[in-house]
């Protein structure tokens, strides 16, 4: 059923018909000027300061990162974790240009599908869309370029995420998923998943003992690409 068959209803529900416009602009421009909710100061940082902020956030929940200085280093940074995790050089990547465009041929001995995940495939390798840096976690919106299925069924997810793509806190991750999604007929619309992804699967439900992998990977590893100049480390942070 479409959403204006669903409002129709509901108008006939009430004996009331469309919104005069004077009421339909009011109702549009309270949509468009929502109130902002009220932010941590701990996010609202120089860029530089931002980007650390959410490193640290990340590897303070048992994740890790890597910087590289550009796409191109991804290929040789995904070769190179692996081998340092004694694991086989063989993973599945998420369908999405950005990631295709990378010269994976640079690096042979690297075996790869494309597409969704599979209960064999034990490394993905996934596009991320935003870093919130007031807690270190990945704003993964399910898209046909970046299957779900790549941040569940792994047992290593690797999320190659730009620097620009960092925001200070989940309203400004929300404003760029908003900005992302719109379209002509609807004027803008959500994905039918977003996963929030703070450091790799755990538990600790038994016993209080911390288990890693309960209900995902059990590592989770981000490859940093430097592609915003304002937010390379300063002087005092190298």
Known sequence: MSKEA??????????????PADQQAMLAGRLASH???LQPARAQLPRPQQVALFLRNVEKEFGTVERVPHAGAVPGAVADYLAAQNLAPKFVLAPNPELWAMPWSERPMLEFHSGRAEATDLVSVQHGFV???ETGTLMLPAAPTRPTTLNLLP???IVVLKASGIVAGYEDAF????????DALTGGFMPRNVMFVTGPSRSADIEQTLELGAHGPRRLHIILIDDDPAALPTDDQA
């Open 6 to 19: 669903i409002l129709n209803g509901i108008r006939r529900g009430l004996k009331r018909g469309p919104l």
């Open 35 to 37: 109130p902002r909710h």
């Open 155 to 157: 047992d290593t997810e």
């Open 175 to 182: 404003d760029r998923l908003r900005a992302e999604n719109q």
């Open 131 to 133: 870093g919130v840096a």
